[in-house]
């Protein structure tokens, strides 16, 4: 399948016009409009009553299993990890910066089950993985050799913003109230902080999330060093 052939809102392609979105209320697109485009990623069912999901405009028409195939194809090397002891509501914004950025999986450590409101829906995008306790979730981040970076405000954190990201890594966030555990604290390759600079303790754990991805994505993509 190729990018190429998903024509852009608007453009003209054999003669038809990619439907635009029918009202400022409603996001995504409505049926197809003329001849169906041939090719196995395309839904059918969407094709004929529209797709009202909260894709790419890319994506558009595209069988669910056939956006996360081609997603599977350009995943990121860093993965992101969150505790999960006390039902935090911060993992389903955690998922969903996860799959902007393209991680290659979440992990959620303790409990299973997890709200997944915040997600708006990217969870069926993104590979996620339980770990019921920290020792499983280290033995597996070591099996895969990956770094495991927590992050969180210790007194021996370096700071995030003059660190240097490994490639392959774990990015590890703590939970409201009692933040990173001190086991993952100590199987830590190493921890980090975020600088702040008002008067709160911390930020929560999505922000601190958003701020940690996007800076491997500057050192790892875009080849900025700290
Ligand atoms: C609200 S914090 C937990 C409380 C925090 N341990 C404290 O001492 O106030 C929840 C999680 O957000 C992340 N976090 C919040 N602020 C951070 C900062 N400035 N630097 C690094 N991580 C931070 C950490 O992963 C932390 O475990």
């Known amino acids: 399948m190729s990018h190429d052939q998903t024509p852009a809102p608007g453009a003209e392609e054999n003669g038809?016009?990619?439907?635009?979105?029918?009202?400022?209320?409603?996001?995504?697109?409505?049926?197809?409009?003329?001849?169906?485009?041939?090719?196995?990623?395309?839904?059918?069912?969407?094709?004929?009553?529209?797709?009202?999901?909260?894709?790419?405009?890319?994506?558009?028409?595209?069988?669910?299993?056939?956006i996360?195939?081609?997603l599977d194809t350009r995943r990121h090397a860093f993965h992101v990890a969150?505790?999960?002891?006390?039902?935090?509501?911060?993992?389903?914004?955690?998922?969903?910066?996860?799959?902007?950025?393209?991680?290659?999986?979440?992990?959620?450590?303790?409990?299973?089950?997890?709200?997944?409101?915040?997600?708006?829906?990217?969870?069926?995008?993104?590979?996620?993985?339980?770990?019921?306790?920290?020792?499983?979730?280290?033995?597996?981040a070591r099996g895969e050799?990956?770094?495991?970076?927590?992050i969180d405000i210790f007194p021996d954190s370096q700071q995030l913003e003059t660190y240097d990201l490994p490639r392959e890594c774990v990015l590890v966030f703590g939970q409201e109230g009692p933040g990173l555990s001190e086991e993952v604290h100590r199987a830590a390759g190493a921890t980090l902080s975020i600088e702040q600079f008002g008067s709160t303790r911390s930020i929560n754990a999505a922000s601190a999330a958003g701020i940690a991805m996007h800076a491997w994505i500057r050192r790892h993509v875009f080849g900025q060093h700290p």
């Open 145 to 150: 050799g990956l770094a495991i970076i927590g």
């Open 68 to 70: 996360v195939a081609e």
């Open 16 to 66: 038809t016009t990619t439907p635009q979105p029918e009202s400022t209320h409603q996001i995504g697109v409505g049926p197809w409009d003329g001849p169906w485009p041939e090719g196995d990623h395309w839904d059918e069912d969407l094709l004929r009553e529209g797709d009202r999901r909260n894709v790419l405009d890319h994506y558009r028409y595209w069988k669910h299993d056939a």
């Open 82 to 140: 969150i505790e999960n002891w006390q039902h935090d509501l911060n993992i389903g914004t955690v998922v969903r910066t996860a799959n902007a950025f393209l991680a290659a999986e979440v992990h959620i450590i303790g409990r299973r089950r997890w709200n997944r409101r915040g997600a708006m829906v990217t969870d069926k995008y993104q590979h996620v993985r339980h770990h019921s306790t920290v020792e499983e979730f280290v033995q597996w």
